[in-house]
C-alpha cells in the first residue's frame, strides 16, 4: 500500500517537474524536491522499491536542473 502511495507521489512530482524545465520556471523545482522526498521517505517504508525509485529519479532529475540553473533560474 505505501509503494502504491509512493508511486502517486512520484507521478505527482514528476508531473509538476515538466512545466519547471521552462526558462524562468526553473524555481519550482524548489517546490517539487520536498514533494519527491517525501515520496522517497515513504517508499523506503513500503517493502516494494518501485515507488522509492521512481521519486529518486524525479530527485535526481530536479536537482540536475537547479544545478544547471544556478539554482534559481
Same mark, same amino acid.
Not at 524555481?27 to 523506503?44: D, R
Given at each position: 500500500? #505505501?509503494? $502504491?502511495?509512493?508511486? &502517486? /507521489?512520484?507521478?505527482? +512530482? *514528476?508531473?509538476?517537474?515538466?512545466?519547471?524545465?521552462?526558462?524562468? #520556471?526553473? $524555481?519550482?523545482?524548489? &517546490? /517539487?524536491?520536498?514533494? +519527491? *522526498?517525501?515520496?522517497?521517505?515513504?517508499?523506503?517504508l513500503?517493502?516494494?522499491?518501485?515507488?522509492?525509485? &521512481?521519486?529518486?529519479?524525479?530527485?535526481?532529475?530536479?536537482?540536475?536542473?537547479?544545478?544547471?540553473?544556478?539554482?534559481?533560474?
Amino acid at each position: 500500500m #505505501l509503494n $502504491i502511495v509512493s508511486i &502517486l /507521489i512520484g507521478l505527482v +512530482a *514528476l508531473l509538476l517537474a515538466i512545466p519547471a524545465f521552462i526558462p524562468f #520556471l526553473g $524555481i519550482a523545482n524548489w &517546490l /517539487i524536491l520536498p514533494i +519527491a *522526498l517525501v515520496g522517497v521517505v515513504i517508499g523506503m517504508l513500503s517493502s516494494s522499491n518501485t515507488g522509492r525509485n &521512481l521519486c529518486l529519479v524525479v530527485l535526481v532529475i530536479c536537482i540536475i536542473r537547479l544545478s544547471l540553473g544556478g539554482g534559481i533560474i
